[in-house]
């Protein structure tokens, strides 16, 4: 492969990810001030005669919750978390990082994350920079300091991956990252760092892990990336990650043809690297034409499960793919750095497994079922411990998936199904989707949500006298009985301890074997 040749200078530079010039003046990463001056100004220069100034951060969107205390956070980041309503135990996680400029509310309103959040279920994490860490607030994925596995930027996000899964209950095992630009760049570097944590990433507009390791070195990476062999580029991933990996996330490149602020040969380099960190050479084992000018190329691995996905979008400049509309395979909103093309949130979710399946043929992914989403899901009815669900028939269907919170809970050849074993006054999210006789797996349904009947079970550990105390026990005797169903707790004193657990006003029942 022929290196890039350097754009001949048109005044000065680009805009987004050339924007990296450090603004934190922490001893030893200090850049020169002389540097810094120049590279914003020159950065704020082109934006304002391209037009591309974007806002000054929105406000906090609806939906949008700002976490604080999320850890030690040495790269002085903020977190914002967005979970759908039912969101169960086990559900993935979804880390996305905004490019220059931007903020994790802009990227919350524009990127279309949040509409899949909802239709697959799982939880979203907004990391957010600030002109306090680059002058531009982008992401440093050019600096050691801040990109690499226990240091800054990179450490902080890890840290915010950490307290999502604690507040969501997530799966460890599912847990994805994505990125714009500069955020590309991190997603890149961070898929390196920690592939222990990530189980798959996307680099929208992006550049090779490590390609930069300074702010010189981050603008040859955008204009003109080195051309390495991929054992070189695998090499950067390899030695970054925790000595004797050997599971590596699945990654998804994207990239527009005419953009001039990361050249397009950085997908080029992007694939090298990450098709031979995942061993599946460099040929494309399967092509294939999507919509919005997009060429996809996979590279799949010696299971034929896709490792790697290139997606080559014809004539888009610099910026996220997303496709407004309100079809099951668009998203996102147009504005600065949001381009209608075709919605890349949809297709990373399905190559990922998001929606179910497991991102390769005939189970999710690229290449799906035909079958339409099963229309009209409604819930028909609700119990303490049930819910019963139905939907119109498909024409073709062999049968229907059901998932509750984005999990697969069962199967059904009828359109209708009843989830048992549930808790009290608690809310569900639930999915269907047809399946062929092949077994392929269709379009996703719009998402319903059911609420269980009943009184929301709730657990009390404590001594004997301290439920008493409470009004949770009573005491006759110098024995002690839980109130409602009078069950014997023994001696009234505080030296007895019992779980008690409430299913109805003024009941309780023992539950010192789990609650």
Request: net charge neutral; aromatic share 8%.
């Amino acid at each position: 492969m022929g290196q890039l040749s350097p754009p001949a200078p048109a005044g000065p530079a680009p805009t987004d990810q050339a924007r990296t010039a450090r603004a934190r003046t922490t001893p030893g990463r200090r850049a020169s001030g002389g540097l810094r001056r120049w590279l914003s100004a020159a950065a704020g220069a082109l934006a304002l005669t391209a037009g591309l100034v974007a806002a000054g951060p929105q406000a906090a969107a609806a939906g949008l919750t700002q976490v604080t205390g999320f850890g030690s956070n040495p790269g002085n980041l903020t977190m914002h978390t967005y979970a759908p309503d039912g969101l169960g135990p086990g559900a993935p996680l979804v880390v996305a990082l905004h490019g220059c400029t931007q903020s994790a509310s802009d990227y919350y309103s524009h990127s279309g994350w949040p509409k899949f959040a909802d239709r697959y279920g799982f939880a979203l994490v907004f990391p957010q920079t600030s002109s306090a860490n680059n002058a531009n607030s982008c992401f440093n994925w050019f600096d050691t300091a801040d990109s690499t596995r226990g240091r800054g930027e990179a450490l902080s996000v890890k840290q915010m991956v950490d307290a999502a899964v604690a507040r969501y209950d997530s799966d460890t095992r599912r847990v994805y990252v994505t990125g714009l630009s500069a955020g590309a760049g991190m997603t890149a570097d961070l898929l390196a760092a920690y592939p222990d944590v990530f189980a798959g990433g996307s680099i929208d507009s992006g550049l090779p892990a490590y390609c930069a390791t300074s702010v010189s070195a981050a603008y040859t990476c955008m204009y003109s990336p080195p051309d390495k062999s991929p054992a070189q580029w695998g090499d950067l991933v390899r030695s970054a990650a925790p000595a004797g990996t050997t599971a590596w996330p699945r990654v998804a490149i994207w990239q527009g043809t005419s953009d001039t602020t990361v050249a397009p040969a950085n997908a080029t380099e992007l694939r090298d690297q990450w098709t031979d960190v995942l061993g599946t050479g460099q040929t494309p084992s399967r092509t294939a034409s999507l919509g919005g000018g997009t060429t996809l190329s996979e590279y799949a691995d010696a299971s034929g499960r896709p490792a790697v996905r290139v997606y080559s979008i014809s004539g888009m400049a610099h910026g996220l793919a997303v496709d407004p509309g309100t079809g099951p395979e668009q998203c996102g909103t147009t504005g600065t750095y949001y381009l209608d093309t075709i919605c890349s949130s949809y297709h990373t979710a399905r190559f990922w497994g998001l929606d179910g399946g497991d991102g390769g043929g005939g189970g999710g992914g690229e290449t799906p079922g035909t079958l339409p989403a099963p229309a009209g899901l409604t819930v028909t009815g609700t119990t303490d411990t049930t819910a019963a669900l139905s939907w119109s028939p498909v024409s073709g269907a062999a049968s229907y998936q059901v998932h509750r919170g984005g999990t697969k809970i069962g199967t059904t050849a009828s359109a209708s199904y009843t989830d048992t074993g549930l808790t009290g006054a608690t809310t569900y999210s639930y999915t269907v989707a047809a399946v062929d006789a092949s077994g392929a797996v269709g379009a996703v349904s719009a998402p319903v949500t059911a609420t269980t009947t009943g009184y929301p079970a709730t657990c009390y550990t404590a001594s004997n006298y301290q439920h008493t105390a409470a009004g949770r026990a009573y005491q006759s005797g110098g024995q002690t009985y839980a109130k409602g169903s009078g069950q014997a707790m023994g001696l009234y004193n505080t030296f007895v301890t019992h779980t008690l657990k409430q299913t109805a006003p003024g009941y309780y029942v023992l539950a010192d074997g789990g609650c």
